[in-house]
């Protein structure tokens, strides 16, 4: 019995995996790697997934190889031969994956990879833009085009502007950090009347409530009032965001790809410098707006 390898990728990077390689398979699951690159990370690639719904689960063609008089089979982890009846490898544990059958993990949530999600951009074509969580994106992507504009994005919902800039949708990222920026500029100050008053605002007790409320003349209406504005619009933001960020990304989606198809002289490369994921963006977005508010009101304040 042998594995064959044909039409299948290394889970880590991506790259197809040839009869020559030496490839290794996930104990636990079953998704095949590179040695090299399953011995950088230490583990499977998709850890992450054991024992949910998402584990990689890949139909392995299995060959009807003649009959030896041994009947042996050699581990994939550690090349030891054993005898193909045993379910693990005796020196390792590793499954034997000449008795097994493992599924696919479908990059595409199910979506068929020619299937036009607008414009002539396929699935499979959004699918190599987007790069990360495909399986997650791809189905949102096929389910606007029946005309459907809201969904649910959590990551949307929480960091606005930080999210928007990872996936590079750049003047969306610009626009939702000044959003907030101005948002919790305009809290600052009624936080500041708070610490001259030494009420601590993170207490909810009945005595602290009755001390914010006598206070009100001293920290005045205007304050208040432009804190009210901070956080109507900070919920705005956050709220639009979640329902409409997936739909805001496949319309980006669908305009970049269908740009580097008509412009492009290297399609792929362009996938990965305007599509994928930037988390330093990710990261330089939290940080504006957690530090840049603060800078202008001790300027302004």
């Known amino acids: 019995m042998s594995i064959d390898t044909k039409g299948i990728s290394c889970v880590r990077c991506r790259s197809y995996l040839f009869e020559d390689d030496d490839v290794v398979y996930c104990p636990v699951c079953g998704a095949p790697h590179h040695?090299?690159?399953y011995n950088d990370l230490g583990h499977c690639a998709l850890e992450e997934f054991h024992g949910t719904e998402n584990e990689y689960k890949r139909e392995i063609v299995v060959e009807k190889a003649e009959v030896k008089e041994t009947q042996k089979t050699k581990c994939r982890m550690c090349g030891e031969e054993y005898d193909t009846s045993l379910e693990k490898c005796p020196n390792c544990s590793s499954a034997n994956f000449s008795r097994i059958v493992v599924n696919s993990f479908d990059l595409l949530g199910g979506v068929?990879?020619?299937q036009d999600l607008g414009d002539g951009?396929?699935?499979d074509e959004a699918k190599n833009f987007v790069f990360a969580n495909t399986h997650r994106y791809i189905p949102k992507?096929?389910?606007?085009?029946?005309?459907?504009?809201?969904?649910?994005?959590?990551?949307a919902f929480l960091f606005p502007g930080a999210w928007m800039l990872s996936r590079k949708m750049?003047?969306?990222?610009?626009f939702s950090l000044m959003l907030s920026v101005i948002a919790n500029f305009l809290a600052y100050p009624l936080a500041i009347k708070y610490a001259n008053l030494g009420i601590d605002i993170t207490r909810f007790t009945y005595e602290n409530y009755n001390q914010v409320a006598e206070s009100i003349p001293q920290i005045g209406v205007l304050v208040i009032a432009l804190a009210f504005?901070?956080?109507l619009i900070d919920i705005a933001l956050r709220v639009l965001s979640g329902l409409f960020g997936d739909y805001l990304y496949k319309n980006h989606t669908i305009k970049t790809v269908k740009k580097i198809k008509s412009e492009s002289n290297d399609?792929?490369?362009?996938y990965r410098k305007f599509g994928g994921?930037?988390?330093?963006?990710?990261?330089?977005?939290?940080?504006?707006?957690?530090?840049?508010?603060?800078?202008?009101?001790?300027?302004?304040?």
């Not at 399609?267 to 362009?270: E, L, P, R, T």
């Not at 990261?283 to 304040?301: D, K, N, R």
């Open 141 to 155: 992507f096929a389910s606007f085009k029946g005309g459907k504009k809201v969904s649910w994005n959590w990551l």
């Open 229 to 231: 504005l901070g956080s």
């Open 267 to 270: 399609i792929v490369a362009d």
């Open 277 to 301: 994921v930037n988390f330093l963006l990710f990261f330089a977005g939290l940080m504006t707006v957690q530090y840049v508010p603060l800078i202008l009101s001790i300027f302004l304040l």
């Open 35 to 37: 040695r090299q690159c």
């Open 121 to 123: 951009v396929t699935a």
């Open 112 to 114: 068929p990879k020619d």
């Open 170 to 174: 750049y003047k969306y990222g610009i």
